[in-house]
């Protein structure tokens, strides 16, 4: 038997890791999602993902060139663990 779908819950919130916010933003514009959505974290530092729980997360451009790129993989196991 298939699970019901729970119509009345947010959808999941999308944690973005991009290169720089150029490429965030044409993320979201591919996507269809409006930048300053509820929907969409750009992961601008590890301290922007706090608070968050379950977030999905999509890697953009030049993600995997960041500094602080270990800093923010570890926030987003804290918060996807732990919320």
């Known amino acids: 038997m298939p699970a ?3 119509e009345t819950q947010a959808p999941q919130r999308v944690a973005v890791i991009a290169g720089n916010y150029r490429q965030f933003t044409g993320w979201c514009r591919d996507q269809g999602i409006h930048p300053h959505s ?3 974290i750009y992961a601008a530092s590890p301290s922007r993902l706090r ?3 379950d977030l999905k997360v999509e890697r953009v451009g030049t993600w995997h060139e960041r500094d602080d790129l270990r800093e923010i ?3 987003l ?3 996807n663990r732990f919320g």
Do not use: H, L, N
């Open 4 to 6: 019901i779908k729970d």
């Open 38 to 40: 509820p929907q969409v």
């Open 51 to 53: 608070g968050y729980s």
């Open 73 to 75: 993989e570890e926030e």
């Open 77 to 79: 196991r804290i918060v």
